[in-house]
C-alpha cells in the first residue's frame, strides 16, 4: 500500500515477468468487472482497509499460527 511499484516490480521480477507502467492504472480500465468486489476493482490504492482484517482476529486465530 506504501509503494505499490516497488512491491509490483517485485512480484513480477519473482514471476519473471516484464513491468508495464499501466499497471499502476488499474482502476481506469473500461472493462466488464464480474465479481462480488466489483466496486472495489474501480478504487485507486488506498489504506482504508489495511486494517480491518483485524475485524475477522477472532475467527482466524488459529490460521494465524501457520504463518509463525
Known sequence: VDDPEKS???ILK???LPW???LLN???VNRTVLTASKWQV???I???AVERWRNY???IG???QLTE
Open 20 to 22: 508495464d507502467d499501466n
Open 42 to 44: 474501480r478504487q485507486k
Open 62 to 64: 488459529p490460521l494465524l
Open 14 to 16: 519473482f514471476i519473471d
Open 8 to 10: 509490483g516490480r517485485d
Open 57 to 59: 482476529e477472532k475467527f
Open 46 to 48: 488506498n489504506k482504508n
Open 26 to 28: 488499474f482502476h481506469n
